[in-house]
């Protein structure tokens, strides 16, 4: 694991350097939030467990918005390339960050991207973060909001077990509803512990397979990003 989030051994970093990490990373971040809010981009980072459905929300999302809004992906993973190429494959712009062993983005990592990312004329910038519970939570990008995907397959204990990434969440998307059916999954107890730890709770339903609530999720979206675009 990275020791710069210490989530390896908590010997190897101090308070003070991890505090001074964050604050390196924190000034990157507010440039980057600057210069995608120059091009008019709102961005979404958003957050999961591998496997949990992030990239089928992306597609999903990509097919609702066709034609409406212009949408672009940076996909973050520990090695390939295959999320982006699943976007590119329905015509969304995607860049790749291959973290190696680094369990999260950092706003360094999305820094580098941006400069070669095509984001004159995109609406919706994404960040799809490595899949991984804890630590992507840390780090700020330079994101409008942050999004969290949790499957059905997951189990209705994860915001307890994982407080600090719901915690930040603006929005939890349930994802894979489509298997509910066959699933012993208590969604009144994900939504029980998701009032326990998130400030204000929203919680979404969503199946990319069937299409359930793709349409609620994207009018979520617009209307998060027109209530930034008239604060600004």
Not at 164 to 186: Q, W
Request: net charge negative; hydrophobic share 45%; charged share 25%.
């Amino acid at each position: 694991m990275c020791d710069t989030c210490g989530c390896g051994d908590p010997n190897l970093v101090s308070v003070d350097v991890h505090e001074r990490i964050l604050a390196v990373n924190d000034r990157t971040a507010a440039h980057n939030r600057d210069h995608l809010a120059r091009h008019g981009v709102f961005a979404v980072n958003l957050m999961g467990s591998p496997g949990a459905g992030k990239t089928a929300v992306l597609e999903a999302t990509a097919r609702a918005l066709a034609g409406r809004r212009r949408l672009g992906v940076i996909a973050g993973d520990l090695e390939t390339e295959r999320d982006a190429d699943r976007l590119r494959a329905v015509d969304v712009p995607a860049a790749a960050i291959t973290t190696g062993s680094a369990c999260h983005l950092d706003a360094e990592m999305v820094h580098r991207a941006l400069h070669d990312f095509p984001a004159d004329g995109l609406d919706y910038l994404f960040v799809e973060n490595v899949g991984n519970l804890v630590c992507p939570a840390v780090y700020d990008l330079g994101q409008a909001i942050n999004v969290v995907a949790l499957s059905v397959t997951e189990g209705e204990d994860k915001p307890l077990k994982y407080p600090v990434m719901f915690r930040k969440a603006d929005l939890v998307l349930l994802t894979k509803v489509d298997l509910l059916p066959h699933l012993e999954l208590d969604v009144a107890a994900v939504e029980a512990g998701l009032a326990r730890v998130m400030p204000k709770a929203e919680l979404l339903r969503l199946s990319a397979r069937s299409g359930e609530g793709v349409e609620e999720w994207v009018g979520w979206l617009e209307t998060r990003r027109t209530a930034r675009a008239v604060a600004s």
